[in-house]
């Protein structure tokens, strides 16, 4: 009998804005929105699975790199401003894994971005994509949120994702006038 606790599929961190990442406007810079993502799901993976990308691709001679991203900007994150990016496997394949990535204002219920990253997997002494192997390919089974990702889906998904946060109790006692008015969004 297996005593191990199921997996977490959907996984959290708070990230702070940082200053250094922002336009003029004290807006995080559109280019710096994925580095926020793969950084968070970089740390996500250390923390929940143990797993540490680089060292671990190293003595597996695979790893990933992205190869295909979609990403909406929905709100603006600002410049020290508490937010939450929350990633989860939504497709995988012999070579290919597709995460989605979500930042959250402090509540946890307006959307500020919403990314689809597709990575493929790579031999790194050969240079070209290689498969899973079976230990992999069992992990993702276990981790992975189904019935979510569609290739053309990606704006039908947004929808869906925002409609799912805004109807979320607030977190940490902030009301909706803490996140700010709808004045001006793409909402």
Known sequence: MNDQPPLVKEMENSVLIRFQDCDPYGHLNNARYMDYFLNARQDQLAQFYNFHIFSDGRLMNHNWVVSK?????????????????????????????????????????????FAWIEFTYFNLATGRAGSHPEDLMAFFRAVIINDVYEPDGFNQ???????????????????SADGGSDEGSTE
Request: proline share 3%; hydrophobic share 45%; aromatic share 4%.
């Open 69 to 113: 991203t979609q990403i909406a900007y929905l709100q603006p994150a600002a410049v020290m401003e508490e937010t939450f990016i929350r990633t989860c496997l939504i497709q995988m394949g012999q070579r290919v894994l597709v995460i989605e990535a979500v930042m959250l204002d402090k509540t946890k219920r307006r959307v500020k971005a």
């Open 157 to 175: 998904r947004i929808d869906a994702v925002r409609l799912q946060y805004r109807k979320r109790e607030p977190v940490g006692g902030a009301s």
